[in-house]
């Protein structure tokens, strides 16, 4: 793993991002910036980006590439956005761009893999609260392609959570990022 320097970097503290050796030569040619994106997030995330070359726009090339699409060389197809391959950062960290960390996907898969998004931590990954069920108010509950996999209801949070990870691990042979 090697740590390659922003060319400037107006939003973090961040000096370096991460590549692989074998990736260093390939990426360390152009000048790489940090890319504010908020999407649909309360707090923005943070990609490297580089401006396209003339040359690269010739050919089809976006006139901004990103780094971990450029890693997998994935940055010169053109796909329609709802079959569009994407990349997942596995550790949810977009300043790791070494190979292990990045899985191509879709961009239903891709979302599976956001960490919970309540600051709070309540409605922990996989559980869901329902006021009107007395007995057992938490259900646990998870999206896998597509479709609504019910587990069960429990009488606790950490109970619903904790069998919503055990069956999206038996479904899927992975840990949901949480």
């Known amino acids: 793993m090697k740590k390659v320097p922003f060319s400037t970097n107006s939003y973090t503290d961040d000096k370096y991002f991460l590549v692989d050796y074998e990736d260093f ?3 360390s040619q152009f ?3 940090l890319k504010e994106h908020n999407g649909d997030r309360k707090t923005p995330k943070y990609y490297v980006i580089r401006a396209s070359s003339k040359e690269e726009k010739t050919q089809g090339s976006p006139l901004q590439i990103y780094l971990h699409r450029f890693i997998l060389n994935l940055h010169f197809i ?3 956005k709802i079959n569009r391959r994407e990349v997942d950062h596995l550790d949810q960290n977009t300043l790791n761009n070494t190979k292990s960390n990045l899985e191509y996907g879709t961009r239903h898969r891709n979302s599976q ?3 919970d ?3 709070t931590g309540e409605g922990k990954w996989g559980s869901v609260f329902h006021k009107n069920f ?3 108010p938490w259900e646990a509950k998870f999206t896998y392609e597509r479709r609504t996999c019910y587990v069960g209801v429990f009488s ?3 109970e619903a959570h904790e069998t919503a990870v ?3 691990i038996k479904l899927t042979g992975r840990k949901p990022n949480i």
Do not use: F, G, Q
């Open 117 to 119: 998004s309540n600051e």
């Open 134 to 136: 007395k007995k057992n």
């Open 113 to 115: 893999n956001r960490k």
């Open 166 to 168: 055990k069956a999206y």
């Open 31 to 33: 000048n790489w910036i």
């Open 156 to 158: 606790t949070e950490k």
């Open 78 to 80: 053109r796909e329609p």
């Open 25 to 27: 030569e390939k990426v």
